[in-house]
Protein backbone atom coordinates (compact mmCIF):
# COMPACT_ATOMS: atom_id res chain seq x y z
CA UNK A 1 0.00 0.00 0.00
CA UNK A 2 1.21 3.33 -1.16
CA UNK A 3 2.10 6.16 1.32
CA UNK A 4 -1.00 8.56 2.06
CA UNK A 5 2.03 11.31 2.93
CA UNK A 6 1.40 14.39 0.38
CA UNK A 7 4.83 13.96 -1.00
CA UNK A 8 5.60 18.03 -1.38
CA UNK A 9 4.74 18.89 2.30
CA UNK A 10 6.99 15.75 3.44
CA UNK A 11 9.39 17.38 1.37
CA UNK A 12 8.97 20.83 3.34
CA UNK A 13 9.15 19.15 6.29
CA UNK A 14 11.87 16.92 5.82
CA UNK A 15 14.39 20.24 4.71
CA UNK A 16 13.01 21.42 8.11
CA UNK A 17 14.53 18.31 9.81
CA UNK A 18 17.21 18.03 8.64
CA UNK A 19 18.21 22.07 9.07
CA UNK A 20 17.53 21.86 12.39
CA UNK A 21 19.78 18.83 12.95
CA UNK A 22 22.49 20.56 11.33
CA UNK A 23 23.74 23.41 12.80
CA UNK A 24 26.23 23.79 10.03
CA UNK A 25 23.67 24.79 7.37
CA UNK A 26 22.94 22.86 4.10
CA UNK A 27 23.83 23.88 0.82
CA UNK A 28 20.94 23.06 -1.92
CA UNK A 29 23.16 20.53 -3.03
CA UNK A 30 23.28 18.57 0.05
CA UNK A 31 19.90 19.17 0.57
CA UNK A 32 19.34 17.12 -2.74
CA UNK A 33 21.54 14.38 -1.83
CA UNK A 34 20.33 13.92 1.69
CA UNK A 35 16.33 14.08 0.54
CA UNK A 36 17.59 11.75 -2.52
CA UNK A 37 15.96 14.23 -4.79
CA UNK A 38 16.46 16.44 -7.92
CA UNK A 39 17.44 19.89 -6.98
CA UNK A 40 15.32 21.18 -9.58
CA UNK A 41 12.15 19.16 -7.48
CA UNK A 42 13.62 20.87 -3.76
CA UNK A 43 14.18 24.48 -5.05
CA UNK A 44 10.66 25.96 -5.69
CA UNK A 45 10.08 25.10 -1.93
CA UNK A 46 13.33 26.09 -0.64
CA UNK A 47 12.67 30.11 -2.19
CA UNK A 48 9.12 29.52 -0.82
CA UNK A 49 10.42 28.67 2.30
CA UNK A 50 12.87 31.47 2.25
CA UNK A 51 10.34 34.72 1.56
CA UNK A 52 8.52 33.15 4.11
CA UNK A 53 11.42 33.00 6.28
CA UNK A 54 10.83 29.69 7.62
CA UNK A 55 14.68 29.09 6.21
CA UNK A 56 17.58 31.73 5.65
CA UNK A 57 20.49 31.78 3.28
CA UNK A 58 24.05 32.57 4.24
CA UNK A 59 25.02 34.55 1.12
CA UNK A 60 28.98 34.19 1.35
CA UNK A 61 28.55 30.12 2.20
CA UNK A 62 25.26 29.69 0.35
CA UNK A 63 23.93 27.44 2.76
CA UNK A 64 20.22 26.99 4.43
CA UNK A 65 19.60 27.08 8.32
CA UNK A 66 16.28 27.04 10.35
CA UNK A 67 14.61 31.00 10.00
CA UNK A 68 12.69 33.24 12.41
CA UNK A 69 9.40 32.02 11.46
CA UNK A 70 10.33 28.49 12.12
CA UNK A 71 11.33 29.36 15.69
CA UNK A 72 8.37 31.32 16.34
CA UNK A 73 6.01 28.22 15.49
CA UNK A 74 7.74 26.34 17.63
CA UNK A 75 7.80 29.21 20.48
CA UNK A 76 4.19 28.97 20.27
CA UNK A 77 4.32 25.47 21.68
CA UNK A 78 7.23 25.69 23.97
CA UNK A 79 5.16 28.71 25.94
CA UNK A 80 3.16 26.00 27.07
CA UNK A 81 5.85 24.49 28.67
CA UNK A 82 6.32 24.00 32.92
CA UNK A 83 10.29 24.99 32.54
CA UNK A 84 9.78 28.26 30.27
CA UNK A 85 6.46 29.28 32.69
CA UNK A 86 8.94 28.67 35.60
CA UNK A 87 11.38 30.98 33.94
CA UNK A 88 8.74 33.66 32.94
CA UNK A 89 7.55 33.91 36.46
CA UNK A 90 10.88 34.27 37.76
CA UNK A 91 11.56 36.95 34.92
CA UNK A 92 8.43 39.18 36.14
CA UNK A 93 9.11 38.89 40.07
CA UNK A 94 13.14 40.39 38.81
CA UNK A 95 11.14 43.11 36.74
CA UNK A 96 8.72 43.90 39.34
CA UNK A 97 11.83 44.54 42.03
CA UNK A 98 14.51 46.12 40.20
CA UNK A 99 12.25 47.81 37.95
CA UNK A 100 15.01 46.84 34.51
CA UNK A 101 14.07 45.13 31.78
CA UNK A 102 15.02 40.97 32.39
CA UNK A 103 15.44 38.73 28.89
CA UNK A 104 16.39 35.37 28.46
CA UNK A 105 18.09 33.74 25.95
CA UNK A 106 19.73 30.53 24.22
CA UNK A 107 22.91 29.80 22.67
CA UNK A 108 22.28 28.82 18.53
CA UNK A 109 25.58 28.69 16.22
CA UNK A 110 27.54 31.17 17.55
CA UNK A 111 25.01 33.73 18.66
CA UNK A 112 22.49 34.77 21.58
CA UNK A 113 19.03 33.92 20.58
CA UNK A 114 16.41 36.30 22.60
CA UNK A 115 13.57 34.41 23.35
CA UNK A 116 11.75 36.00 25.99
CA UNK A 117 11.70 39.50 27.34
CA UNK A 118 10.05 41.03 30.63
CA UNK A 119 9.78 44.85 30.16
CA UNK A 120 9.86 47.04 33.22
CA UNK A 121 7.75 50.07 33.65
CA UNK A 122 10.34 52.72 32.57
CA UNK A 123 11.49 50.62 29.11
CA UNK A 124 14.79 51.81 27.64
CA UNK A 125 15.75 51.32 23.74
CA UNK A 126 17.77 48.06 23.20
CA UNK A 127 19.13 46.91 19.99
CA UNK A 128 18.00 43.11 21.28
CA UNK A 129 13.96 41.70 20.95
CA UNK A 130 12.59 38.53 21.24
CA UNK A 131 13.35 36.53 17.82
CA UNK A 132 17.03 38.79 17.90
CA UNK A 133 20.67 37.21 17.25
CA UNK A 134 23.55 38.70 18.67
CA UNK A 135 27.35 37.43 19.08
CA UNK A 136 27.36 35.22 22.48
CA UNK A 137 30.42 37.23 23.58
CA UNK A 138 29.34 40.70 23.37
CA UNK A 139 26.57 40.29 25.80
CA UNK A 140 26.42 39.68 29.40
CA UNK A 141 24.00 37.10 29.06
CA UNK A 142 25.95 35.57 26.37
CA UNK A 143 28.72 35.41 28.39
CA UNK A 144 27.34 33.70 31.24
CA UNK A 145 26.92 30.89 28.71
CA UNK A 146 30.53 30.99 27.53
CA UNK A 147 32.08 31.11 30.70
CA UNK A 148 32.23 27.50 30.71
CA UNK A 149 34.00 26.69 27.48
CA UNK A 150 37.16 26.48 26.28
CA UNK A 151 39.59 28.48 24.27
CA UNK A 152 39.68 26.17 21.86
CA UNK A 153 35.86 26.39 21.43
CA UNK A 154 35.55 29.85 21.93
CA UNK A 155 37.88 29.93 19.07
CA UNK A 156 36.15 27.38 16.58
CA UNK A 157 32.97 29.96 17.18
CA UNK A 158 34.58 32.92 15.95
CA UNK A 159 37.27 31.95 13.40
CA UNK A 160 37.29 35.46 11.85
CA UNK A 161 37.82 36.87 15.80
CA UNK A 162 35.61 39.48 17.30
CA UNK A 163 33.74 42.34 15.92
CA UNK A 164 33.00 45.30 17.50
CA UNK A 165 29.79 46.98 18.07
CA UNK A 166 30.08 49.77 19.91
CA UNK A 167 33.43 51.29 20.82
CA UNK A 168 33.26 49.28 24.63
CA UNK A 169 33.13 46.21 22.89
CA UNK A 170 36.40 43.76 23.96
CA UNK A 171 37.78 42.59 20.74
CA UNK A 172 40.49 41.32 21.97
CA UNK A 173 40.84 37.48 23.10
CA UNK A 174 43.09 37.40 26.21
CA UNK A 175 40.45 40.44 27.45
CA UNK A 176 37.79 38.05 26.75
CA UNK A 177 39.32 35.08 28.14
CA UNK A 178 40.02 37.08 31.27
CA UNK A 179 36.24 38.69 31.70
CA UNK A 180 35.07 35.00 31.53
CA UNK A 181 37.52 33.65 33.80
CA UNK A 182 35.78 35.93 36.43
CA UNK A 183 32.34 35.10 34.90
CA UNK A 184 33.11 31.81 36.46
CA UNK A 185 34.84 32.58 39.54
CA UNK A 186 32.04 35.23 40.31
CA UNK A 187 28.73 33.52 38.89
CA UNK A 188 27.65 36.03 36.72
CA UNK A 189 28.33 38.52 33.84
CA UNK A 190 28.41 42.11 33.37
CA UNK A 191 28.78 44.17 30.36
CA UNK A 192 29.20 47.98 30.12
CA UNK A 193 27.48 49.73 26.87
CA UNK A 194 29.68 46.81 24.57
CA UNK A 195 26.17 45.91 22.37
CA UNK A 196 23.79 48.73 23.22
CA UNK A 197 25.34 52.02 23.80
CA UNK A 198 24.20 53.97 27.51
CA UNK A 199 23.03 50.26 28.57
CA UNK A 200 24.68 47.89 30.83
CA UNK A 201 24.14 44.32 31.43
CA UNK A 202 24.15 41.68 34.02
CA UNK A 203 23.50 37.95 32.93
CA UNK A 204 23.29 34.54 34.95
CA UNK A 205 23.61 31.27 32.85
CA UNK A 206 20.47 28.75 33.93
CA UNK A 207 21.77 24.80 34.31
CA UNK A 208 20.24 21.15 34.27
CA UNK A 209 22.83 18.95 35.91
CA UNK A 210 25.63 20.94 35.00
CA UNK A 211 24.73 21.41 31.60
CA UNK A 212 23.81 25.11 30.35
CA UNK A 213 20.52 25.33 29.08
CA UNK A 214 19.65 29.02 28.77
CA UNK A 215 20.59 32.44 30.85
CA UNK A 216 18.73 35.29 32.17
CA UNK A 217 19.76 39.35 31.85
CA UNK A 218 19.04 42.11 33.30
CA UNK A 219 19.58 45.55 31.28
CA UNK A 220 20.44 48.95 32.88
CA UNK A 221 20.56 52.11 31.35
CA UNK A 222 23.89 53.71 32.82
CA UNK A 223 21.95 56.81 34.05
CA UNK A 224 19.88 54.59 36.65
CA UNK A 225 23.40 52.04 37.18
CA UNK A 226 24.91 51.99 40.43
CA UNK A 227 27.11 49.81 42.52
CA UNK A 228 23.51 49.61 44.68
CA UNK A 229 21.10 48.65 41.85
CA UNK A 230 24.19 46.03 41.03
CA UNK A 231 23.94 44.13 43.92
CA UNK A 232 20.04 44.09 44.15
CA UNK A 233 19.90 42.70 40.22
CA UNK A 234 22.74 39.90 41.04
CA UNK A 235 21.28 38.85 43.89
CA UNK A 236 17.56 38.42 42.70
CA UNK A 237 19.52 36.75 39.66
CA UNK A 238 21.33 34.27 41.98
CA UNK A 239 17.70 33.65 43.94
CA UNK A 240 16.17 32.75 40.89
CA UNK A 241 18.85 30.46 39.11
CA UNK A 242 19.03 28.68 42.42
CA UNK A 243 15.11 28.42 42.60
CA UNK A 244 14.94 27.47 38.67
CA UNK A 245 17.49 24.71 39.02
CA UNK A 246 15.85 23.10 41.96
CA UNK A 247 12.55 23.02 39.82
CA UNK A 248 14.23 21.55 36.85
CA UNK A 249 16.40 18.73 38.90
CA UNK A 250 13.51 17.74 41.13
CA UNK A 251 10.84 17.72 38.68
CA UNK A 252 13.32 16.52 36.32
CA UNK A 253 11.26 19.41 33.44
CA UNK A 254 11.93 18.73 29.94
CA UNK A 255 14.30 21.95 28.86
CA UNK A 256 14.92 20.03 25.25
CA UNK A 257 13.11 23.38 23.49
CA UNK A 258 15.18 25.58 25.39
CA UNK A 259 18.59 24.66 24.14
Known amino acids: MGSTE ?9 ILELLSNNNEGMTLTELSKALNAPKSSIMPL ?17 KYFIG ?3 FSVGFSYSNHMDALKLIKTEMKHIVSVSNETCQLGIQIRNNLLYIAKEDSSEPIRLVSYVGKQLPLYCT ?8 TKSKEELYNLY ?13 D ?3 LFEELELTQKRGYAIEHEESTPLVNCVGISLCKKETTVAALSVCIPTFRFSDEKLKIIIDLLKSSKKKLENYFNDFDLDLSNLS
Open 6 to 14: HRPTERVLD
Open 159 to 171: PNGLQAFTANTIT
Open 68 to 70: IAT
Open 140 to 147: AIGRAILA
Open 173 to 175: WNT
Open 46 to 62: VHTMTSRKFIYMQKDTL
